[in-house]
C-alpha cells in the first residue's frame, strides 16, 4: 500500500509539474461570487473562472466578493470579501529541487489549504502580513487581517 501511494504521488508531481511549465501560469481561479480582479501590473482584470493567476498578480474582493484559487501545486486560496493578496513568488520544479511559495495578505480573510509544495518543502511555503509571517507546517488555516 505504502509503495502505491508513493506511485501516485510520483505521478501526481510530474502531471503538475509538466502543467506548471506549460503556460507559465501559477494557477487559475476556481470560483467567483461578487466583485473580484486580478491586478496585473498595472491593469485590473475582471476576475472570472478558469482565469490564469500569475506570479506578481495582486487579488482583490469587494465588500460582497469571494474568490477561490487552486494553485498548480494543487494549493487552495479562499479569499473572503474586501481581501487583497499578492502573489509574491511561486516556483514548482520539484524534479529540480525548486519549491517555494510566498504569498502577502494586505487586508481581509483568506483560507489556505497546503498543495504538494507544503508537503515536499515545508520551509519553502510563507504567508505573510502586515503583522507576522506564518510558516506552513500544517494543512489548512484561516487568516484575517484587519485595517488598522
Known sequence: MRYLSSIIVAVLVACAT???ASDGSVGRVKTVNGPASILRGQVSLPAVVNERVFQGDTLRTGPDGSLG?????DTSLSLGP???????QFLFAPAEG???LVTRMLKGTAVYISGIIAK???????FE??????GIRGTRFLVKVEED
Open 120 to 126: 515536499l518543502s515545508p520551509q519553502s511555503v510563507r
Open 98 to 100: 525548486k519549491l517555494s
Open 129 to 134: 502580513t502586515p503583522n507576522a509571517t506564518i
Open 18 to 20: 509538466f502543467a506548471a
Open 69 to 73: 484559487v487552486i494553485l498548480k501545486d
Open 82 to 88: 474586501n481581501s487583497v493578496v499578492v502573489v509574491d
